[in-house]
Structures are given as structure tokens and as C-alpha cells.
């Protein structure tokens, strides 16, 4: 559904006042919190504060920041714990400062102190260690952020990652006021800038997100992780996801964009981590309760526990062992013809801590599902009626079995060791009609996609923290960081093709298991890799952060595949059986670097410029290399992609009143894969999609999200009408141009490339009084292409445009001691609109999103 929207020039220039008047108010604002001292008074004296960092046990801390928080003076600690901060006081000023210490893993601790008649201060911190609760420590320097709604963003060093320089995002679940139970994607992701977001079901049983223009399918452009180990069907042959996590049971989600590939992985897209919850901290039993139901038959039962066991206690005082886990059932008759579902899904953890240094937790998710597929429309169609069906056959099964040991070692105050071990025995099953929806379904056998993903792998990860002095340079008093790592995947995949009863049961047998009818394939990969990363601060606000990545894959192809040539009646001309052994070893080395400059950094109010550069690869998958699949022909020359990514931002945060991330970014993707519409051959000429290494393609654009906590403007005055409340405003807002530029399809050349919405617009209030919460969003994207020859409309509805559209939802919760009730309008308005156009499953054809809906969530917690 087309809908009104202001002129793109428009859009600019507002977007043009916004960026300028956000760089303008924080540069004065930050800047005069220090001027406004220091202006007050012309006769100065030279304070010095001198301290230590210690842990309980009296061992020095390395790496710990200090802040003065009236100030913008910070130091950090040294190898022997010691720090020093100086600083010039002018005499008329007050004399009691707040004197803050944090480091990751670690308790925050404030102090006051009083300088009157003092130039020089001791003042010691003993940190309490949080190395059993590490899931709960998000952000250091927007510890503001759980109290505002404010956005998070992963610290310079963040659990076993480093991510100084990088453009991330953090999503805290529990500041989040959004449709849960139905996993929607557009809320929950709503303050992530860039990401075009696909709505295939209405239950959000899977994730399909996108950045910078890559396809949304499956979130197959992410490197996508639980706890920090990899959940895809096959990370590097089939990173497609089938299982998302049920957010009810997630803690936060971690995003960071391409420059992630040196430490996860070659995608273009970046690392997408979902933080599962953990054992209640202080309870030694808790139990959530949660019962939603919806329009459309929904019906979601949500159960978790945590505790601990035992009384026996290691040396911090902590619980040696503890547990956490959920189930969750999820059904509903979906809000088309012939689009049912049913979901399970479990998970568990077990954590032991035998002392404090150690940490080993094992880990299983099982998820098993059975959705019914409603297949796709023509334009006609779905105009007509969006909500109709003509495929009653279509049938989609997944079985998920994820499993994990994770083990932390904290060799030193230092130096941390991390070794994640993880597989996956999973399988997926498609049956249905997948000929062009413009054919009529005249009941003949169905194709069966039989798919099975058996893999595993290891990363093991050093995190050292360190200081070094180069030859009396200013860098000896800086604390400086490195994390090295090396993983090994192994994968096995097998994928094959065939006919099915002609039933409209999910009957998943194939009728001639040993001579199928279109393939079958096995896809043995092997992957081994080694990364390092280091961030040197050069001086109190500059720093770099420098990587390299080495790579070896190995993919194999054995099986064979048929082509089969048919006429009018349906009656095949001709057959051909084809055996391939393929094999296709390489090894290469990716870069990257970042800077990053601080001008003002404060517990409260931060300024940052960063830029980062790194190059990324991304391997052929095996859809890409054989599925039959009449709407897609693809080519025998595929080969692998490389390009890079490069950002430039602007973030910062004054206090909790304004917080904003303002980025340019660049990506150039050579070889790039895509699909391309073709003429049609003998003996039928219809249209279909081909498939290869097309061009060149080149995507920038402007990535930013500005929030406001209006309530804090005017001195307070939401607050001086309802004490306790809070009222945002978040813009988040993608401004995108893509162009294909080499390559020898000339009806490409210089057309934009598909997927890419030139705007993409996300803004949002936020009102919480107590214990109640309103979420209010607005969510807009343009029209844009769904194929490189930017064709407008075909017959097969496979290629097109995706109109521009708009969607509103409005979520609100309640709590009372233990009572939790939510409530969600999803699709306000009731627009009729879709985001994507498949050509197979689960299609093919338009995929209409879902309209009008209620959600009502009603949950206890003991």
C-alpha cells in the first residue's frame, strides 16, 4: 500500500537541522559542564588525587577508570593498581567532588571527596568481583541507560570482545515495551538504525533482518550467536537462521556491523548475539510465569526457572552451581488462509564454579516446529485480497538441537581465557507446490526439501590487558588491550530434492527416496581461522584499534542433480542426470582498522568520533550452489564474495537528557551474488530469476538514531507533574544510495541495488509513570526494488517493487509486586503492505504482512 511521506529534500534538511543542532547543543552543552567551573574564579590551586584500585583480597586492578563526575577528568589504573588524577581548582568554587571507579566484571564504586586545604588526596576503591554475574554487567559508561530507555552500546572492552571504534548497538530486553510474546521484529528492533526488517508470520518464529542494503533472509548476512556461539544451520555453507530465540527468555541483544568481521567471521553484515537470561542473582529460586493470547487463535505459554543448588559456596561467597531455563509453546491459526503454527521451545543451562577463577556452563536448546505455508500472490492478487491462499499444501518443519560448553578461566586480573565448544544436529523439511503462483496448484505430487545440518566447532579466546612504555612517549600511561582467538568448524550438510505425495498432509517421505527427481547433495566444510585485535590508547582521547584475520575454508559438493525439460501439459520433454564432486579449498587474510577520538568523556556526558575500515568476505553458500527450483536458475561460474566496510559517526550523551549515534557508511561488495530477470526459453518462454556473481555494487548512506528524554527539558517538568515518570523520543533514521557499477549484465549497470530502501524512518514516544509503561512507534519505508534489473512488476510476482509503506503499533505494561500484564496493538491502522517477494519458500511470490492484531499478556513472577 503506497501511502503519503514528505519529499526525500525534505527529509534531508530535516534530518540536515536535526544532525547540526544535535553536533551544536552537545559540543556547548559538554564542553561548558568543565567552562562553568573553571570561569568562575582567576586565583587556581593544583589538586592531585592519588589511589588504588584493589579487588576484596587486596589485588591491584588493572585497567579500572576513574572519573570525577563534576568534571571531564578521567585516569586508569596501572599494572600495580596506582592512579593519578591532577587537576587546577579555582579557589571559589566548591570544594566536594564524586569520585567514581568501574572495570568490567566488576562492582561500581563512588566516592566523595573534600579538597578544602588539601592539594594532594589519597583515596583508595576496593572493587567487589562480579565474575558470577557477568551476564548482568552491560555498560559501563551508559550505566544511565536501564534507568532512561536510553540505547546501549558495548563498551571499549566488553565481556570477551573488543569493540573500541565500532558502530554497536544494545538492546535491553527489559527496558523494552514491545509485542514479546510474538517476537515482533520492528519493535524490538526499532532503535537499531539501517535494518529492513521482512514480516513473514505473525509469531515471529523466524528473524529476518537485514543492514545496508544485504538481504533480510533469514538474517543470513549476520553472524548470528547465542551466548556467543553460533546458531545458524550451517555458519559458513548455510548461515541461514532457522531458530530465534524467544526474546521473553532473553536478557539483551548485541549487534555490531561489519567491522565485526575480524573477530566473528567474514559476513558483511556484522555479529548479532543474543545474551540469554541467567540464575536469579540473589534468589535461590524464581519462577516466571507468562500467558498471552491474540487475534487469530494466537496463544503463547511462557514458563522459566532459575536458582541455585545446594548451600555449598566457592571462596567469593557464591553458589557453585546454578541453573536456569525456559519453555515455551506457541501456536496460532495466522491471520491468512492456511498459515497455522506450532512451536516448541526449550532451553537449559547448568553453571559450576568450582573457585572464583573458573566458570564452566553447559548448555541445550531444543526448538521443533510445524508451520503451514500459505504461498504467495501475484500484484492482482493481493490487491485484490491480501488475506487469501491458492497453495493449501504448503508445509515448512524444523528440529533444532543446539548444544554448548562454555569455559571462562581468569588466569590474572589481566588476563581472562574463554573457550566456547558448541554443535548442532538440526534438520528442516519443506513440502509444497513451488511452481510460479501464477500456475494453478492442479493437485499433482508436491516437492519435498529435505535439509540436515550436523556441525560443530570451537573458539577459544585470550583477553590481556597490559601497559607499555614507548621510549617516554604519553603512551606509558596508558592501559592498553588485545583479544586473540582461534576457531575450527566442522559442518556437514546434506540437501535433498524430490517428489512427495500429492496430499495436502505434512507428509515429509519421499516417494522414490533412492532415484529422486531432482537432487541430491552432500556438503562436508571445513573452517579453521586466527584473529588478533588490539586497542592502543594513544592519550587520554585518541586511540587505534588495529586486526588482522587469517582464513582457510574447505567446501565440498557430492551428488548430482537433474534437469528436466517440460511441455505445456506438464509431461517432461526430457531428463538429465548430472554427477558433480566438487571441492574448493582458499585461504586469505582480512584488515581492518579503527580510530577513535573522545574530546569529552565523563560517567555522564561523552563525546566520540570514530572511524573504522575492514574487509569482509563472504562464502558461497550451498542453496547457492544446487536447489531445483523452477522460478531460479543459477549459474555454474558462482563464486565467492569479498568487499569491505567503512564507517564514520559521530556519538556521544549529555546526562540522561540526550543521547545520539550520527554515522556515514560505505560498503563495496565486488562479486556481489543476486539475481537478475531473464527472458524465458523454449518451450514455454516464461520469465525466471537468474542467479551469479552479477556486478559490483556500491551502497552508502547515512545511519542515526537521536533520543530525547523529553521529561528532563524545562527543569524537570514531566516529573514536577507526575514524580517518577519519564518521557522519550527516539528518531531513528537510514538514508541510503546504492548503485550497481561494473559488470557484463549491461541491463543492470548504474540501476539500484535490490533491497536497499532509500529511507527507512522509525520514531517513537516513550512514557513510564512507576510501574506503567506506553510505547507509542511509527515505522515507515520506501519503495525499492526486489531485483538488480529494477523491474517494476513481473508475472511470476517473484520480481517487483516493494511499495512504500507505514505501520503503527502501541504497546503498554503494568506491574503490581508480582503481577506483570501487557498489552499490544500491532498494525494500528490495519495498512494492508508487504516487505518481501520470495521465489521459493515461502512463496513463491509476494508475502503479505499481517494486519490488525491484539496481543494481551498477563505474568507472574515469584
Excluded at 14 to 25: A, D, E, K, Q, R
Excluded at 215 to 232: E, K, L, V
Excluded at 806 to 828: C, F, H, R, T
Aim: glycine share 8%; net charge neutral; proline share 3%.
Amino acid at each position: 500500500m503506497n501511502s503519503s511521506f514528505p519529499s526525500l529534500y525534505c527529509l534531508y534538511k530535516i534530518l540536515f537541522i536535526s544532525c547540526c543542532f544535535t553536533f551544536f547543543t552537545t559540543t556547548g552543552i559538554a564542553q561548558n559542564l568543565e567552562s562553568n567551573y573553571l570561569a568562575q574564579a582567576k586565583v587556581e590551586t593544583q589538586i592531585r588525587i592519588n589511589g588504588s584500585v584493589l579487588t576484596e583480597t587486596k589485588e591491584p586492578l588493572f585497567g579500572a577508570t576513574i572519573v570525577i563526575k563534576e568534571l571531564n577528568k578521567y585516569a586508569q589504573s596501572d599494572e600495580n593498581g596506582k592512579f593519578s588524577l591532577e587537576f587546577l581548582q579555582p579557589n571559589s568554587l566548591p570544594t566536594t567532588y564524586t569520585l567514581v571507579a568501574y572495570l568490567y566484571g566488576f562492582n561500581t564504586v563512588s566516592k566523595t571527596i573534600d579538597i578544602h586545604n588539601n592539594s594532594t588526596i589519597n583515596v583508595n576503591f576496593e572493587l567487589e568481583d562480579l565474575q558470577d554475574s557477568l551476564q548482568t554487567v552491560v555498560v559501563e559508561g551508559n550505566l544511565e541507560a536501564s534507568n532512561s530507555n536510553l540505547m546501549a552500546r558495548l563498551n571499549t572492552v566488553d565481556g570477551m570482545g573488543i569493540y573500541e571504534s565500532k558502530k554497536s548497538e544494545v538492546i535491553l530486553l527489559e527496558n523494552t515495551t514491545a509485542n514479546l510474546a510474538a517476537n515482533t521484529s520492528r519493535q524490538i528492533y526499532a532503535k537499531v538504525a539501517g535494518l529492513n526488517v521482512w514480516e513473514s508470520d505473525g509469531a515471529g518464529i523466524q528473524l529476518g533482518i537485514g543492514a545496508r542494503g544485504l538481504s533480510p533472509n533469514r538474517t543470513a548476512n549476520f553472524n548470528t550467536r547465542q551466548n556467543g556461539y553460533d546458531i545458524s544451520a550451517d555458519a559458513l555453507g548455510y548461515p541461514e537462521s532457522y531458530y530465534t530465540p524467544p526474546v521473553e527468555a532473553v536478557e539483551r541483544i548485541e549487534l555490531v556491523r561489519g567491522a565485526a568481521s575480524l573477530q566473528y567471521g567474514t559476513q558483511f553484515g556484522g555479529m548479532l548475539n543474543f545474551v540469554m537470561k541467567d540464575a536469579p542473582k540473589d534468589d535461590s529460586f524464581e519462577i516466571n510465569l507468562r500467558q498471552t493470547v491474540g487475534s487469530y487463535g494466537f496463544s503463547s505459554s511462557f514458563i522459566d526457572i532459575g536458582g541455585h543448588l545446594g548451600k555449598a559456596q566457592n571462596q567469593n561467597g557464591n553458589s557453585k552451581l546454578s541453573y536456569y531455563g525456559f519453555y515455551q509453546y506457541k501456536r496460532g491459526d495466522g491471520w491468512r488462509e492456511n498459515s497455522g503454527f506450532d512451536v516448541h521451545t526449550g532451553y537449559g543451562k547448568l553453571t559450576f564454579r568450582p573457585n572464583s577463577k573458573i566458570n564452566i556452563s553447559v548448555e541445550y536448546t531444543g526448538m521443533n516446529y510445524l508451520a503451514q505455508q500459505a504461498g504467495g500472490l501475484t500484484d492482482v492478487m493481493f490487491e485484490q485480497n491480501a488475506r487469501q491462499s491458492i497453495r493449501d499444501r504448503n508445509w515448512f518443519a524444523v528440529n533444532w538441537n543446539l548444544g554448548a560448553v562454555v569455559f571462562d578461566y581468569k588466569i590474572s586480573e589481566k588476563t581472562k581465557l574463554n573457550s566456547r565448544t558448541f554443535g548442532l544436529y538440526a534438520g528442516r523439511k519443506a513440502i509444497g507446490n513451488l511452481d510460479k503462483i501464477n500456475v494453478v496448484d492442479f493437485g499433482q505430487n508436491r516437492t519435498l526439501i529435505d535439509g540436515g545440518f550436523n556441525n560443530f566447532g570451537n573458539e577459544t579466546r585470550l583477553l590481556h590487558r597490559y601497559s607499555i612504555n614507548f621510549l617516554g612517549s604519553k603512551l606509558k600511561k596508558q592501559t592498553h588491550a588485545f583479544v586473540t582467538g582461534f576457531r575450527y568448524y566442522n559442518g556437514f550438510t546434506t540437501q535433498r530434492q524430490g517428489d512427495a505425495d500429492a496430499t495436502d498432509e505434512p507428509n515429509f517421505t519421499f516417494l522414490n527416496s533412492e532415484n529422486l527427481e531432482n537432487s541430491s547433495y552432500e556438503f562436508p566444510n571445513q573452517n579453521a581461522s586466527f584473529f588478533i585485535e588490539n586497542v592502543f590508547n594513544l592519550s587520554d582521547k585518541w586511540s587505534i584499534t588495529p586486526g588482522i584475520r587469517a582464513e582457510y575454508i574447505n567446501t565440498k559438493a557430492d551428488g548430482f542433480y537433474k534437469e528436466r525439460v517440460f511441455d505445456f501439459a506438464g509431461n517432461i520433454i526430457s531428463e538429465t542426470k548430472n554427477e558433480e564432486n566438487l571441492e574448493r579449498p582458499r585461504s586469505f587474510i582480512l584488515g581492518g582498522i579503527g580510530i577513535s577520538y573522545k574530546p569529552i568523556f565523563s560517567d555522564k556526558n561523552e563525546m566520540e568520533i570514530y572511524a573504522n575500515f575492514s574487509q569482509n568476505y563472504r562464502s558461497v553458500t550451498f542453496s547457492d550452489l544446487r536447489i531445483q527450483n523452477p522460478n531460479l536458475v543459477i549459474s555454474p561460474d558462482i563464486k565467492d564474495e569479498s568487499g569491505y566496510n567503512a564507517d564514520l559517526g559521530f556519538r556521544g550523551k549529555i546526562n540522561t537528557l540526550l543521547q545520539f549515534d550520527l554515522s556515514l557508511f560505505y560498503l563495496n561488495y565486488n562479486d556481489r551474488i543476486s539475481q537478475v530477470e531473464r527472458a524465458g526459453v523454449a518451450p514455454t518462454y516464461t520469465p525466471f530469476r537468474f542467479r551469479g556473481n552479477i556486478a559490483q555494487a556500491r551502497i552508502y548512506g547515512l545511519e542515526s538514531l537521536i533520543e530525547f528524554n523529553v521529561g528532563k527539558l524545562g527543569n524537570n517538568w514531566i516529573e514536577n507533574i507526575l514524580p517518577k515518570s519519564y518521557l522519550g523520543l527516539y528518531l531513528n533514521t537510514s538514508i541510503l544510495n546504492s548503485r550497481y557499477l561494473k559488470s557484463e549484465e549491461t541491463a543492470i549497470l548504474n540501476k539500484q541495488v535490490e533491497l536497499v530502501p532509500p529511507i527507512t524512518l522509525r520514531t517513537g514516544l516513550q512514557f513510564g509513570y512507576k510501574d506503567f509503561k506506553l510505547s507509542y512507534q511509527y515505522s515507515y519505508t520506501k519503495e525499492h526494488f526486489t531485483d538488480a534489473t529494477n523491474v517494476v512488476r513481473s508475472a511470476t510476482a517473484v520480481s517487483g517493487i516493494i511499495p512504500s509503506y507505514y505501520v503503527m503499533d502501541i504497546s503498554a505494561s503494568y506491574a503490581y509486586k508480582w503481577l506483570q500484564i501487557e498489552g499490544s496493538i500491532n498494525n494500528l491502522t490495519n495498512n494492508t503492505y508487504f516487505t518481501r517477494r520470495a521465489d521459493g519458500y515461502p512463496g513463491p511470490g509476494i508475502i503479505p504482512a499481517d494486519g490488525r492484531a491484539f496481543f494481551l499478556t498477563v505474568g507472574a513472577r515469584f
